[in-house]
């Protein structure tokens, strides 16, 4: 008998994997968060454009109700491309750092701005949350996305040079499992 499981039963099942093979504590609503936020990217056709400043700057000069909805979409777009995409901001204007900044400065606003309102404080809690382990989620998304792909020697050649660029603790991991020791090296000229 053949069953589908609907994209974000899948993705609960491969973050929540991921976070205990990581061993991270977290609650159950960031868990829940991360794998709807994986199932809300793969229904979308494409990310925004829109460089990251540039909506930083829109939702700081914005009503309030924009102004949640601006940085959300910053601090989703930016962990979601950190874990799933940090490759694809090799020998950008712009790296994962920037991201990882924008991401953590975004939820960390998010965070008092709910904190501030009347009414669950358990959406500050959340947020609050996302900032404060925003890397350690990055990192949950990336073994989310390696588990997806991880088959060749060049795959593996991704994942270290995405070690050396951050020093995750995931991709030093799986390097590790995989038989091989990390180990920072040079990249400038010998003269």
């Keep these: 008998m ?3 499981m609907r994209p ?3 993705f609960k099942e491969m973050v929540g994997a991921a976070i205990e093979h990581q061993r991270i504590k977290t609650n159950e609503s960031a868990e829940f968060y991360l794998s709807n936020l994986l199932s809300d990217f793969l229904q979308r056709e494409r990310l925004s454009d829109e460089p990251l400043a540039i909506t930083y700057i829109k939702a700081l000069g914005a009503a309030r109700e924009m102004q949640i909805h601006l940085l959300k979409q910053l601090g989703d777009i930016s962990l979601f491309t950190s874990g799933f995409f940090s490759d694809s901001l090799k020998r950008k204007i712009v790296d994962i ?3 990882i900044l ?3 400065a975004s939820y960390g606003y998010l ?3 709910h904190k501030q309102r009347s009414g669950p404080k358990d959406i500050s809690v959340l947020y609050s949350e996302l900032a404060a382990k925003f890397k350690l989620f990055v990192d949950v998304l990336a073994e989310v996305s390696e588990r997806s792909r991880l088959t060749s020697s060049r795959d593996i050649l991704r994942v270290y ?3 050396l660029r951050t020093k995750s603790r995931q991709a030093e991991k799986i390097l590790r499992d995989l038989g091989i020791e990390p180990v920072a090296v040079s990249t400038s000229p010998l003269h």
Excluded: C, Q
Aim: no cysteine; proline share 0%; hydrophobic share 35%.
């Design 2 to 4: 053949l069953t589908s």
């Design 8 to 10: 974000i039963e899948h």
């Design 97 to 99: 750092d920037y991201y």
């Design 102 to 104: 924008m991401g953590e």
């Design 111 to 113: 965070a008092s701005i």
């Design 161 to 163: 040079e995405r070690w």
